[in-house]
Each structure stands twice: as structure tokens, then as C-alpha cells.
């Protein structure tokens, strides 16, 4: 089995928000940690060393990290302001897989070039997995207080899945991952393709 702890932290430079990452890592000794949104310099040798583990890769931005322990491989294919897509090998496993770690942008314009991103991103018949903050709900349940959702960026992002052969991975746990004041949403989540499922059929988020 193997374990991915990824955090949107919004902020990874206070040392309360590093002593409980460490904390997590600790307790639940993921093989790979992903920082979303970090809004500090990438010290690699810092922070690697502070959350226990070997290397760490970001993208273009730098704001989204990875972090592996020695037991993972990663090449990166794909670097891009809202996405890092890295091919993984462990001896753990018997297959590679690929992963997409999103950062997306607050814009439907910006969304939907992320959105075209994704789809010329060709996984052929290795496991795909994404995971990160969308930054826009799939279903009008996945939003509570404000306005009405608007139903157009709703549908880009259900097309995108539709055409890339992607479900949503469901999860345990609070259903809301973002709130502000009388707004709650879930904008975080984690996506899979078929090929995954068959590939690792017990994915529990």
C-alpha cells in the first residue's frame, strides 16, 4: 500500500502549519506529500529534512511541491503553472503511474486552458490519478450558502472529465475542503481513470 498525503495549506511558511504536516507525516507515513499553494521559497534541503523526506520536485510556478521518499521514483513529464504530471516507479508496486497535481487558477478562462491541458495529456494505458484544488465544484451539492453556482463552469469541468474518461474518487470524511465566512465548497478532490481503478481497485481517499 502505498500512502499520498497531499495539503492545500495556503501558506506553508508559519512553523504551526510545518510542526502539523510533520505531525501527519509521522502518523501516517506517506510515501509522497504534495503542498499546494505554499507562498514560500522552496528551500529543498529545509524541507525535506523538516517533513521527512528525501527529495522534492515542484512546477513551473513553485506552487505546487512533491515530496518522495527514497522508495519513489519520479520523472517529470509535464510542467505547468496550474499542474505538475510526474510518472511514479516503486519497487512496491508492479506497475508506474502517472499523477497530475492541480493548482487551479480562480478565472474560467484560466480553468478552461487548464481544462485543455489536461485532456492532451495522454496517460495510454498507464494508471492515471489527479489531485488537487479545482477550484470548482462538479455538482450543485457540493456548495452551500452564497450564490447559485454558475452552471457554465460547472459543465466545462464535467465535459473535461467526460472527454478524458475521469471519475471522481469520492471521499471520507467532511464534505466541504474550503469555506469563507457563510460559504462552504468543495473544491478539492481527487480524480481517477479507469485504467486506475482496475490497476488499484482498493483507492480510498
Known sequence: MIKTLLWNTRGIGEP?????VHWLCQNHK???????EPKVYLDESFFCRRFGFNKVVSNSTSKIWC???YLMNCDILSSHEQFL????STDLLPHDFLCTWVYAKHTRAKRRELWNEIRNIDPGCEPWLL???FNIILEANERKGGAAPNIRTMEDFSDMLLDCGLQDAGFEGAQFTWSRKRLWQRLDRFLYSHTWLHSFPITRI
Open 16 to 20: 504551526h502549519k510545518q510542526k502539523h
Open 67 to 69: 515530496f518522495m521518499d
Open 131 to 133: 489531485g488537487g484544488d
Open 85 to 88: 504530471h510526474p510518472r511514479f
Open 30 to 36: 506517506p510515501k509522497v506529500l504534495v503542498i499546494i
